[in-house]
């Protein structure tokens, strides 16, 4: 797995837009996000693979955050949840697939995306974004 900037570099040419250049705003929060992700925001966190079922729970946080509109892909089945900001398709999580997501951009809403985790999940998450303390790394 690569990181968010790696992936979107390397896979602009398939979204046709690069998510986070000349965007400090998203590069911060991508960051916070990454460190604050753990088991207990998703119960799928693995330490290899630290996005993993954190879609939806992190799309409900960048839309506290960064307003927006919240958008769905259907992946093997299962919806993946990630945002739109100012016309731009912003997917943090998207490291947690092996291979270029093609998106279908659907809307959603805060109801389907806070279905697919839990309260506390998505509180932890946010108190953790908003807190002014770097996150730690948490283990399962």
Not at 86 to 100: A, K, L, N
Request: glycine residues 8%; aromatic residues 8%.
């Amino acid at each position: 797995m690569c990181n968010l900037l790696e992936w979107q570099d390397n896979h602009a040419a398939c979204t046709g837009m690069s998510m986070t250049t000349g965007c400090p705003t998203l590069i911060g929060l991508y960051r916070k996000l990454h460190a604050a992700w753990s088991a207990k925001t998703s119960s799928q966190w693995r330490s290899g693979n630290p996005a993993a079922g954190q879609c939806s729970v992190t799309a409900l946080v960048v839309q506290d955050e960064l307003g927006g509109a919240i958008l769905k892909t259907d992946i093997n089945g299962a919806w993946h949840f990630y945002n739109e900001i100012e016309g731009r398709r912003v997917d943090f999580t998207m490291s947690q697939f092996d291979s270029p997501i093609w998106y279908d951009d659907l809307p959603s809403n805060r109801q389907e995306a806070l279905s697919d985790t839990s309260a506390t999940q998505y509180e932890l998450l946010l108190g953790l974004v908003r807190s002014d303390r770097p996150a730690r790394k948490r283990t399962p």
